[in-house]
């Protein structure tokens, strides 16, 4: 499965034009084996000891995953954004739902985000925010 992972990881680097460099490979491959959304400290946790990466490093990687639309990161009133692998190569869209009890943050993909209203003369889309509240599957 790891070796799967990291195949998919680097392929996907290599075809955003980018340097696929062992730290952002490791970064893209643990983020592609979760089902939620995981902050960057449960990032860092994930890594292994030979590949232990500074915080600014860690950091970095995630913003220029971000930037190359292959991850997505997931603001939260907790204060810790947690970030999560785009299963598609579009913009981020979607809304997410996260569990007031145990804090998981997971993708809603399927939940419709068409925006049908109008924003005032001069002013321009960019993205969307929705979160869900509420009790996951395993709290509630």
């Known amino acids: 499965m790891f070796n799967k992972l990291h195949r998919t990881a680097e392929e996907l680097i290599q075809h955003s034009g980018g340097r696929a460099t062992a730290g952002r490979i490791r970064i893209l491959s643990i983020l592609l084996a979760e089902q939620q959304a995981i902050t960057h400290r449960e990032i860092e946790q ?25 991850i997505h990161k997931v ?13 598609e190569l579009h913009s981020h869209q979607h809304a997410h739902f996260k569990c007031t009890r145990c804090a998981q943050v997971i993708c809603l993909s399927d939940l419709s985000m068409e925006r049908s209203w109008h924003l ?17 599957a395993d709290c509630s």
């Open 46 to 70: 994930r890594l292994p000891q030979t590949l232990q990466l500074d915080r600014v490093t860690l950091y970095r990687a995630l913003e220029w995953l971000v930037g190359k639309n292959l």
């Open 75 to 87: 603001t939260s009133d907790d204060r810790a954004w947690r970030y999560h692998a785009n299963r």
């Open 120 to 136: 005032p003369i001069g002013y321009q889309f960019q993205e969307i925010e929705l979160t869900v509240k509420g009790l996951c």
